[in-house]
């Protein structure tokens, strides 16, 4: 049998309303290096996510060391990152950015449970990189596609995830197709209010 070398997983596109409602993590196997999922609400699995918003604020959260907190903001809610001494390329780049900016952000899903038993997810990057507003609505208008086609699957039988996802939420999966059609139209309005300019 040949050593399969470990790739990385793909980073998942996903909405802030979703991904906010995402409580419940997994592993496929016992193996103590196994990648540890998120369950997402529309039936995926998300071991990283790739996303894009408007960095809105920062703080250094840390006590002892910078460890940084940053709110970037899509058209559907609120991301919350995290970044200190063990993601430095991130932190840095927390540290030098100026809000209001768009970033796009690669990292992996972190949960915590709070004192009340609520469930907060959050991000830990792994790079964010500042980006214009084009890249930023390329990102919205595929992250909403890639939506639709989860919500589309999710009652296909074979879908495992899906199944999860109905067995761990109580959440009507049309609330992100809401979601995603809004995002969409909020392109279309800031298109407007830009006016009809030539091509």
Excluded: C, H
Aim: net charge negative; charged share 30%; glycine share 6%.
């Amino acid at each position: 049998m040949s050593q399969s070398v470990p790739t990385r997983e793909v980073a998942r596109r996903v909405f802030a309303s979703e991904y906010n409602d995402a409580s419940y993590t997994f592993k496929e196997s016992d193996d103590e290096r196994a990648p540890l999922y998120l369950l997402l609400p529309t039936g995926e699995r998300a071991n990283r996510v790739f996303i894009v918003g408007t960095l809105t604020e920062k703080e250094d959260v840390g006590e002892d060391s910078e460890y940084w907190r940053g709110r970037i903001v899509d058209p559907t809610g609120t991301f919350f990152t995290y970044a200190g001494q063990y993601q430095p390329e991130a932190a840095s780049a927390l540290r030098e950015l100026e809000p209001p900016a768009y970033v796009a952000v690669v990292g992996k899903p972190r949960t915590y449970e709070t004192d009340d038993g609520s469930v907060n997810v959050s991000v830990r990057p792994e790079s964010i990189t500042t980006v214009d507003a084009a890249t930023r609505d390329r990102w919205v208008a595929e992250t909403a596609a890639r939506t639709l086609d989860r919500i589309e699957a999710f009652d296909d039988e074979g879908n495992e995830y899906a199944r999860m996802a109905r067995e761990q939420y109580d959440l009507p999966v049309e609330e992100y197709r809401d979601a995603a059609v809004a995002a969409l139209q909020s392109l279309d309005d800031a298109d407007e209010l830009e006016g009809e300019a030539p091509a």
